[in-house]
T-cell receptor, first 114, second 110 residues
Framework: EADIYQTPRYLVIGTGKKITLECSQT?????MYWYQQDPGMELHLIHY???????EKGDLSSESTVSRIRTEHFPLTLESARPSHTSQYLC?????????????FGPGTRLTVL | SQQGEEDPQALSIQEGENATMNCSYK?????LQWYRQNSGRGLVHLIL?????REKHSGRLRVTLDTSKKSSSLLITASRAADTASYFC??????????FGQGTELSVKP
């Protein structure tokens, strides 16, 4: 079983609040990813990182930001949450040296913004 | 537009039957992967097939890849209620990223 953790699992907050979704992995993976997924829909890549101090925006535009100060930690922050941010957020990681890029996923954070 | 499109969007079968899901993609790939997602959870990697492979097996799973048609299929044999989940194909893109299809929602009734 993959050692990648996300907290909180569920979060219900009011509009305008600042939130940080945590993601940590203990596999020493260099690559980490954040996906956004609406119910019954495909995953959209919103951020990725190939190592410490490296972050890039994904294919889906997002108002969230990320940081990568430590290899194992890749938090996602929303400065001012809005109802349109309601979604499931999935974190994943993969090895840098893996040419085939199998990704390991955390359990997800289901965010509801009222 | 999405790289991967899956068919059918939803599939309901009885326990013991086989389930077949299809995935089509648009651009050339190095590999194609299949993932399973149980309701409200993260994804779990099932199997990877490289572009120079045509078929691959893992337990009750059989994956085929036809690069000339840009399509892949996932067959689950002798399905069980525990196979109920959504199944996604994913193709590799530049920079080591993955592009996911819309998924097939499989329901296996006991």
């Amino acid at each position: 079983e993959a050692d990648i953790y996300q907290t909180p699992r569920y979060l219900v907050i009011g509009t305008g609040k600042k939130i940080t979704l945590e993601c940590s992995q203990t596999m020493g993976h260099d690559k980490m990813y954040w996906y956004q997924q609406d119910p019954g829909m495909e995953l959209h890549l919103i951020h990725y990182s190939y190592g410490v101090n490296s972050t890039e925006k994904g294919d889906l535009s997002s108002e969230s930001t990320v940081s990568r100060i430590r290899t194992e930690h890749f938090p996602l922050t929303l400065e001012s949450a809005r109802p349109s941010h309601t979604s499931q957020y999935l974190c994943a990681s993969s090895e840098r040296g893996d040419p085939y890029n199998e990704q390991f996923f955390g359990p997800g954070t289901r965010l509801t913004v009222l | 537009s999405q790289q991967g499109e899956e068919d059918p969007q939803a599939l309901s079968i009885q326990e013991g039957e086989n389930a077949t899901m299809n995935c089509s993609y648009k651009t050339s790939i190095n590999n194609l992967q299949w993932y399973r997602q149980n309701s409200g959870r993260g994804l779990v990697h099932l199997i990877l097939i490289r572009s120079n492979e045509r078929e691959k097996h893992s337990g009750r799973l059989r994956v085929t890849l036809d690069t000339s048609k840009k399509s892949s299929s996932l067959l689950i044999t002798a399905s069980r209620a525990a196979d109920t989940a959504s199944y996604f194909c994913a193709t590799d893109a530049r920079g080591g990223k993955l592009i996911f299809g819309q998924g097939t929602e499989l329901s296996v009734k006991p």
